[in-house]
Every structure is written in C-alpha cells, then in structure tokens.
C-alpha cells in the first residue's frame, strides 16, 4: 500500500451474514449527510476546524453527494472471529462495529478523524483518542468506483476481506463513483 495505508492482512468473515444484518429491526441506522455531521467540527484543533470549513464550503452546496448509512447491531461482535481480536490486536470492549454503505455517487467529505462519534457512541467520555485506530473492511469484491483515499494514496480494488488502517491524522475520504453500493465493516477502537 503505502505509509498512511496500512496492509493488516485478510480476514474470512461470513460476509452474507454480516450484510443481512442491514435489514434487522434490532439494527441501528444513523443515515449521515457527511456535510451536516458535527463530528467535522468538535474537537479540533485550529488547523483542522479551517481544513473542515473549507471542505464544508466545497461540498455543502450538494449535500446529497455526502449521504451514506452506518448500521450497527450487538450481533457483529458474535460474526468476528475469535482469533480477530489478538490477530489484529483490538480492544473488543471499546471497539465500536459499524457496517458503512454508500450508495452509488455518493462521498464521505475529506476529513481527519477525532473518532468524536465512536467515542459519543460508546459512551466512554474518557476514552484516549491516542490509542484509537480504525480498521477498514470491504464487505465485497472490488467494484467499479469504490475507492479510499488518505492523502495522495488510494486502496482501489481492494480484495473482500482485506484488512487495512490509516493515518487518522492525515485527511481520507471514500467514494462510489460506480454503479453498485459500497459496503465497508469499520471497527474503531483500542489496539496495541
């Protein structure tokens, strides 16, 4: 990959599962306009609050373009291997799993990540920010226009179940510029 994306490894998940899970009743959906989440303002420093305010300036204007669905459900905790956790070295008691889609044309805005909503979502108000990381999972195989960008690197075609991290403090965004949804497992949380 590069030095702000980082190859982890592979995972086998049950995929399918994992997926059906979007359709529960018991499952959370926060459906996020990137360009109206305050989580690109709380937290930041003042080189980051003008970076976020100028990216807000750039993409507001079509906000539709930064919509996309993060769903979560207890039971995505049940579909990760047992031998996940010390593999990759998370923290499962302050991991948060979300399942991210992006519907075709659709962004999340460059930002910098605070981990602001992971650490509002788990409630863990003293939870050290320093020690967070976020590993990134594609759901399924690489599809025309799905792609993550960290600064001037890009994962493209990436393998289903490809284990990668990232410079949070570097600025990212992902995309579906293509013609199917994008559906990636975020886990953010403690490692080491």
Not at 121 to 148: Q, Y
């Amino acid at each position: 990959m590069g030095k702000n994306i980082k190859y982890l490894g592979h995972v086998k998940l049950p995929y399918e599962e994992i997926l059906s899970l979007i359709h529960l009743k018991s499952t959370k959906v926060n459906t996020t306009y990137d360009t109206e989440d305050d989580c690109h303002y709380v937290d930041r420093n003042k080189k980051e609050l003008e970076y976020s305010k100028r990216i807000h300036a750039l993409y507001h204007p079509n906000k539709k373009i930064g919509l996309f669905y993060r769903y979560s459900n207890e039971k995505l905790f049940d579909l990760i291997p047992k031998n996940f956790w010390k593999k990759f070295k998370m923290h499962k008691n302050t991991c948060r799993i979300t399942i991210m889609r992006h519907p075709p044309g659709t962004v999340s805005i460059p930002h910098i990540d605070v981990y602001h909503n992971a650490v509002k979502e788990l409630g863990k108000k003293g939870l050290d920010t320093n020690r967070i990381r976020r590993i990134w999972i594609p759901l399924t195989e690489p599809k025309l226009g799905h792609a993550l960008f960290v600064g001037n690197e890009v994962a493209y075609n990436v393998k289903k179940g490809t284990v990668l991290t990232f410079n949070k403090n570097i600025p990212h965004s992902g995309c579906n510029i293509g013609d199917e949804d994008r559906f990636v497992l975020t886990m953010t949380g403690y490692y080491g």
